[in-house]
């Protein structure tokens, strides 16, 4: 029996918000309040316990993956981009791919889709293939094409869609489903069991106690596996696999549940991403009038998948950001699951709705899985993709909380930082990190910490069907511990709190014993 004294324990319940001990056993919480008698005892010198926080949206792989890729993120501009692909090619064998990800046009000065012309001024030769920073898009080198056989010739996928010049050839920017017309070399085995532990270790560094693995392959569902059993998961993680229902049936029929692994949904795509002009929207971008985005499963398509999901008895989690792809995932559950409600079915993003489509998330008892830090990433090109008319449902959190909404909030990491205080704040103050622009974009869907908190850890795990995510008699030990109380904490200020400790299950995790 341990117990945490010293402490400002934050439990969130209004019943018993604080106390200043909190005593576990057996990996549940046993007491809050006095430390019983004969208890181990850890001072924590006046640090801040919460229950543990949950990421209802990432990404482990890619995480890890961060390690060995080329990382884009930073680039604030073209030149930039490129002058870090060169010194990467300078460094690498000769036949060897340029594999990275993370760049972001939007960010740049001059706010246009690279092209391949320019990675082979800088990368004479090279296969080169660079994920957008949304994951959605492809930016490749001449010799990438080459390999893949593409040219002017390949026809547009379904799903998908080569950004082509005045002449009809490929410029070497590849949207959803194109992108699958180049192959970089995977990961091998070795290298991809690699990247799930550095992302699980990732995860408890900032402070998480379980995640939801948003994109988990065949391959990374056996690895996943191997490791729970192993007792190498750092964290808990709630894995939605990704695959064509076709690939899925021995899973779908015998879900691996573990304590620190459990399958609990499938991953579906309605749409592709707004930054990169995916996202399926009602009526023509105002930037791009020329599309209205992209559908990756037709509608019949994505009923059928989702009725499958359904009467598997797994989550169905589909991916929807445009207003049209939201409408259509919303139409696909309410196909699925009838007047059953007790699946806890989900939308990923949620991110552009119409106002008629807001109130249908409570009556149809679905999860709203929002990532905050995409608003703050988003605001500065937004308006111009959508107009002004359509951002009255966009990014709408409050509104969807007031409907009557779940929210479950995550970070889609490794496309927004994994921290999550950088989404505690985004969420708070619908400002950037440097505070821009004052009072908020668009602060009337902004929320108060203790809603914002409550969808980073009890969201989170209601939307997994686990006792995690909150800190009462018989719950899971799973703790946070930061240095500073958010309550108390300027709005301003929230995402400089840094995580102290990460207990799982009754024992710390980070940092390591």
Request: hydrophobic content about 45%; aromatic content about 6%; some cysteine.
């Amino acid at each position: 029996m341990t117990t945490f004294v010293n402490a400002r324990v934050l439990t969130l319940d209004p019943r018993r918000p604080s106390a200043t001990a909190v005593t576990f056993e057996h990996g549940v919480v046993t007491e809050i309040g006095a430390a019983p008698r004969g208890t181990e005892q850890i001072d924590l010198g006046g640090a801040v316990v919460l229950p543990g926080l949950v990421d209802a949206h990432l990404h482990l792989d890619g995480m890890g993956a961060r390690e060995r890729q080329l990382d884009l993120t930073g680039a604030r501009s073209l030149d930039e981009a490129l002058a870090h692909v060169g010194e990467r090619h300078r460094r690498l064998p000769e036949a060897a791919w340029l594999v990275g990800r993370g760049w972001d046009q939007n960010r740049w000065p001059v706010a246009e889709y690279p092209d391949a012309s320019s990675l082979e001024r800088v990368a004479p030769g090279r296969a080169v293939a660079l994920t957008r920073a949304d994951g959605h898009a492809m930016w490749v080198s001449p010799r990438a094409l080459e390999l893949g056989g593409v040219g002017p010739s390949t026809a547009d996928p379904r799903g998908g869609c080569l950004l082509r010049d005045a002449h009809g050839a490929p410029t070497g920017v590849l949207l959803d489903a194109a992108m699958q017309l180049v192959s970089p070399p995977k990961p091998t085995r070795a290298e991809l069991r690699a990247d799930l532990l550095a992302g699980v270790a990732a995860a408890a560094r900032v402070g998480l106690t379980a995640v939801h693995d948003m994109g988990t392959t065949l391959e990374m569902a056996e690895l996943f596996t191997e490791l729970a059993l192993e007792g190498s998961l750092a964290v808990r993680v709630f894995a939605h696999l990704c695959a064509p229902i076709s690939e899925l049936e021995t899973r779908l029929s015998a879900p691996v549940r573990t304590d620190r692994y459990a399958e609990v949904g499938v991953k579906l795509f309605a749409d592709g991403a707004l930054g990169s002009h995916g996202a399926l929207l009602h009526r023509p971008y105002c930037d791009l009038p020329t599309t209205s985005g992209l559908a990756l499963m037709q509608p019949v398509e994505l009923a059928q998948a989702a009725r499958r999901v359904h009467s598997a008895g797994l989550q169905i989690a589909i991916h929807a950001i445009g207003d049209l792809a939201n409408a259509r995932a919303l139409d696909a559950i309410a196909s699925a699951q009838g007047a059953d409600r007790a699946r806890r079915h989900r939308v990923e993003h949620a991110q552009i709705l119409a106002p008629t489509d807001v109130p249908r998330f409570a009556a149809l008892g679905i999860t709203a899985s929002v990532q905050p830090c995409h608003a703050t990433s988003d605001m500065a090109w937004v308006e111009a993709r959508l107009g002004a008319e359509r951002l009255a449902g966009a990014y709408a959190w409050r509104t969807l909380l007031e409907s009557g909404a779940h929210l479950a909030f995550g970070s889609d990491a490794p496309i927004e930082p994994e921290n999550p205080w950088y989404g505690v704040h985004a969420a708070v103050t619908r400002s950037d990190r440097s505070g821009h622009p004052p009072g908020g974009w668009r602060p009337d869907e902004r929320l108060d910490v203790l809603a914002v908190l409550g969808a980073f850890t009890r969201g989170g795990a209601w939307a997994a069907h686990s006792p995690c995510g909150r800190i009462a008699l018989g719950a899971p030990a799973d703790f946070s511990v930061v240095d500073s109380d958010p309550f108390r904490t300027p709005p301003d200020d929230l995402w400089k709190i840094e995580p102290l400790a990460t207990w799982v299950g009754g024992r710390r995790v980070w940092p390591a014993d």
